[in-house]
Antibody, heavy 124, light 112 residues
């Protein structure tokens, strides 16, 4: 089980870009056993998968967010990142980075290990 | 997109009594290998979700055996044989078969 820790600003202005980083410990991001992703939870609401990427850089985003989302991985720092452009109040949430454990030749997802989360507010 | 529907959404339980949560998916979660990609999480107040069960019925490391998962196809159940005070929180099912990964709305378990 890997340990994940989110970092980044807790406040973003409307129309600007939200940028978060997740530092992985207890394992390497350059592994074929995990996807590296982001999940968010608006205040008082449920969980929304944003997307994930493989250490090779292959990405998979939620269709409704695809036009605004970019994820990347930095194997030298054992980190991965999220960028969400043109944020609005609807993007205010706790953002969790997550390690998606996968198995098999197609890296079928089994479950997520979660970071502790970082609360991001959107306000001018 | 696979839609996950949980019931009930609120579950008051007396300590020591059993509890059951249902999760239904709009399509089968079975792949060509016969595995069903359904996981359960518990989100305790103020915490991130913690894994309880994956592949329908496999308990995660350290999860007490009072938690069990069952089901197949599109219907799944999480059971707690004897609820304890520490089980309070919101339970989520999640399908991992295909993207977009989707979650149920959550079931809030409270102690009577």
């Amino acid at each position: 089980q890997v340990h994940l820790q989110e970092s980044g600003p807790g406040l973003v202005k409307p129309s600007e870009t939200l940028s978060l980083t997740c530092t992985v410990s207890g394992g390497s991001v350059a592994t074929n056993s995990y996807y590296w992703g982001w999940i968010r939870q608006p205040p008082g609401k449920g969980l929304e998968w944003i997307g994930y990427l493989y250490y090779t850089g292959t990405t998979n985003y939620k269709p409704s967010l695809r036009s605004r989302v970019t994820m990347s991985v930095d194997t030298s720092r054992n980190q991965f990142s999220l960028r969400l452009t043109s944020v609005t109040a609807a993007d205010a949430a706790v953002y969790y980075c997550a390690g998606g454990y996968c198995r098999g030749p197609g890296c079928q997802l089994y479950y997520f290990d979660w970071g502790q989360g970082i609360r991001v507010a959107v306000s001018s | 997109e696979i839609v996950m529907t949980q019931s009930p959404l609120s579950l008051p339980v007396t300590p020591g009594e059993p509890a059951s949560i249902s999760c239904r998916s709009t399509q089968s979660l079975v792949d060509s290998n016969g595995h069903s990609y359904l996981a359960w999480y518990l989100q305790k107040p103020g915490q991130s979700p913690q894994l309880l069960i994956y592949l329908v019925s496999i308990r995660a490391s350290g999860v007490p055996d009072r938690f069990s998962g069952s089901g197949s196809g599109t219907d799944f159940t999480l059971k707690i044989s004897r609820v304890e005070a520490e089980d309070v929180g919101t339970y989520y099912c999640m399908q991992a078969l295909e993207t977009p990964i989707t979650f149920g709305q959550g079931t809030r378990l409270e102690i009577k």
